[in-house]
T-cell receptor, first 112, second 112 residues
Framework: GENVEQHPSTLSVQEGDSAVIKCTYSDSASNYFPWYKQELGKGPQLIIDIRSNVGEKKDQRIAVTLNKTAKHFSLHITETQPEDSAVYFCAASMEYGNKLVFGAGTILRVKS | EADIYQTPRYLVIGTGKKITLECSQTMGHDKMYWYQQDPGMELHLIHYSYGVNSTEKGDLSSESTVSRIRTEHFPLTLESARPSHTSQYLC???????????FGQGTRLTVV
């Protein structure tokens, strides 16, 4: 089955700097790659996703890149703000599969 | 705002008690999931369902059971709670495996 690895497990950045979180997946049949943000006391919430027919997607300060050949995808947050501090999860799934497979999560701390 | 609800939010219960964690969604989603999230933050899939009367065990073995009698309702039951069951339980739903999964706020269970 699919296996998703996520790095780093913790990341501290200064406010205004960029943050990058990387994930690799094992099953070349996976074609949907979402990123979730989990704030304290809440469930994870989708922040951006990408499908395998696209190499990059951007939404304001957040962007995701996908390299299908290398089977890895990354989350980029620019101009980080204290409210970006949270746990971030990457995930992968197949279009006709039944479940998402999540990475282990990254704790992002933005220092002001 | 996601229309998926979990009750209770917090539960402290004695060893040996039977408990049911409730999860309901009003989005008409076919797929529903239960995740266990420990302090190490990783999301472990313990049960999923792709429609009424279908349930499957997830990647992490769990002593809990689930049922899916109605599309909107996916309760999780522990017949005899033990301290090892202490964890956060997150319910989610999606229209498909490759579409956004919506998470509830979670139930934090403590077994004493």
């Amino acid at each position: 089955g699919e296996n998703v690895e996520q790095h780093p497990s913790t990341l501290s950045v200064q406010e205004g700097d960029s943050a990058v979180i990387k994930c690799t997946y094992s099953d070349s049949a996976s074609n949907y790659f979402p990123w979730y943000k989990q704030e304290l006391g809440k469930g994870p919430q989708l922040i951006i996703d990408i499908r395998s027919n696209v190499g990059e997607k951007k939404d304001q300060r957040i962007a995701v890149t996908l390299n299908k050949t290398a089977k890895h995808f990354s989350l980029h947050i620019t101009e980080t703000q204290p409210e970006d501090s949270a746990v971030y999860f990457c995930a992968a799934s197949m279009e006709y599969g039944n479940k998402l497979v999540f990475g282990a999560g990254t704790i992002l701390r933005v220092k002001s | 705002e996601a229309d998926i609800y979990q009750t209770p939010r917090y539960l402290v219960i004695g060893t040996g008690k039977k408990i049911t964690l409730e999860c309901s969604q009003t989005m008409g989603h076919d797929k529903m999931y239960w995740y266990q999230q420990d302090p190490g933050m990783e999301l472990h899939l313990i049960h999923y369902s792709y429609g009424v009367n279908s349930t499957e065990k997830g990647d992490l073995s769990s002593e809990s059971t689930v049922s899916r009698i109605r599309t909107e309702h996916f309760p999780l039951t522990l017949e005899s709670a033990r301290p090892s069951h202490t964890s956060q339980y997150l319910c989610a739903s999606s229209a498909g495996a490759s579409t956004e999964a919506f998470f509830g706020q979670g139930t934090r269970l403590t077994v004493v």
